[in-house]
């Protein structure tokens, strides 16, 4: 007899290329404005000043190739990041070992309604309804450190319908995978199964239904995604 009162969720699990097996999902942290161009053109002083980070929530990491156009908004805007994945965590872990906690590094998106999360930012409100709505980070498999090594450099482009519309380079984040980490462990108690969103390139804009997006990074392959 099961000891709790309702049916326990399932636990979220992203798929590992290669294998099988997959990975469990524990808290799904996303930073914001880690591209300079980006910081600009959303408004801000690219200089840097100390990261944030704003949360997703486990289940809204989704798998099956799909975006479904969310309700309560007109304006949904695409942003492609890199996923670090960890395998282990802990407080205070230093930017030189923090590497060592990473399992491995996948592709995604950070869907947001942008009407929503500019009327929390006006009111000084926190983001979530903008950011963290069912199926908001289409991700694809996850790719191994012994796959793919570490990836602090290479290509990010998203398409919309066959056009460029955000590119850049992993070697532009301002504040680079260990640094997030080291920092993040200083306020949070990292552990398996973390997942970090780490930031989006220049060009971020609308999408509707029926668009395709097309998203790639040097390293992790490519990925196609419909608007529905």
């Not at 950070?110 to 903008?130: H, S, V």
């Amino acid at each position: 007899m099961s000891q709790f009162a309702v049916e326990s969720p399932p636990v979220v699990a992203l798929p590992i290329a290669g294998t099988d097996k997959t990975f469990p999902v524990r808290r799904v942290y996303c930073i914001g404005r880690n591209y300079a161009a980006h910081a600009i053109e959303m408004g801000h002083d690219p200089d840097r000043e100390p990261p944030f980070f704003f949360q997703k929530n486990p289940d809204n990491l989704d798998t099956s190739g799909q975006f479904p156009y969310p309700p309560k908004t007109s304006d949904v805007h695409h942003e492609i990041e890199m996923a670090v994945m960890l395998k282990s965590g802990g407080t205070n872990i230093s930017v030189a070992n923090a590497l060592d906690h990473v399992f491995g590094y996948a592709l995604s998106l950070d869907m947001t309604r942008r009407d929503l999360q500019g009327e929390q930012k006006k009111m000084g409100r926190p983001w979530e309804i903008g950011k963290a709505f069912e199926r908001s980070a289409p991700i694809g498999p996850i790719h191994t450190v012994e796959e793919v090594g570490h990836l602090d450099q290479g290509r990010v482009e998203l398409k919309v319908n066959n056009e460029i519309k955000q590119e850049g380079d992993l070697n532009q984040m301002i504040w680079k995978v260990p640094e997030m980490i080291s920092y993040l462990s200083d306020y949070f108690e990292l552990a398996t199964g973390d997942v970090i969103l780490s930031g989006t390139p220049a060009g971020v804009g609308p999408i509707v239904k029926g668009d395709v997006m097309d998203i790639s990074v040097a390293g992790l392959g490519s990925m196609t995604i419909p608007v529905v």
